[in-house]
Nanobody
Framework: QVQLVESGGGLVQAGGSLRLYCAAF????????MGWYRQAPGKQREMVET???????NYADSVKGRFTISRDNAKNTVYLQMNSLKPEDTAVYYC??????????????WGQGTQVTVSS
């Protein structure tokens, strides 16, 4: 079992910055990909950025050049640096991790979510 604890959300003006944190606890060995998803009112959850290594990341076109994901494997933590925030970035942001089951599949874990609100 993996438990995820998120923090760093809040209210910020357009053009401002926030940094999200997500720490993993429990059965943390062998964690594969870590990342961030978000869900805005009236919309489905979407991928923001994911990371396997410093040179292996994936990101949504809407955040390219503005958001940067990173991870600290020693601390079992993933970060999302969000710059040049826009009102359309307003959403609940969820941490996600994938961990091999040992049976040829992946376990998928989610954090409780942290609210990010960007005022215009």
């Amino acid at each position: 079992q993996v438990q995820l604890v998120e923090s760093g959300g809040g209210l910020v003006q357009a053009g401002g910055s926030l940094r999200l944190y997500c720490a993993a606890f429990g059965s943390i060995f062998g964690i594969n990909t870590m990342g961030w998803y978000r869900q805005a009112p009236g919309k489905q959850r979407e991928m923001v950025e994911t990371i396997f290594s410093a040179v292996s990341t994936n990101y949504a076109d809407s955040v390219k050049g503005r958001f940067t994901i990173s991870r600290d494997n020693a601390k079992n933590t993933v970060y999302l640096q969000m710059n040049s925030l826009k009102p359309e970035d307003t959403a609940v942001y969820y941490c996600n991790v994938l961990r091999p089951s040992g049976l040829g599949t992946m376990y998928n874990y989610w954090g409780q979510g942290t609210q990010v609100t960007v005022s215009s």
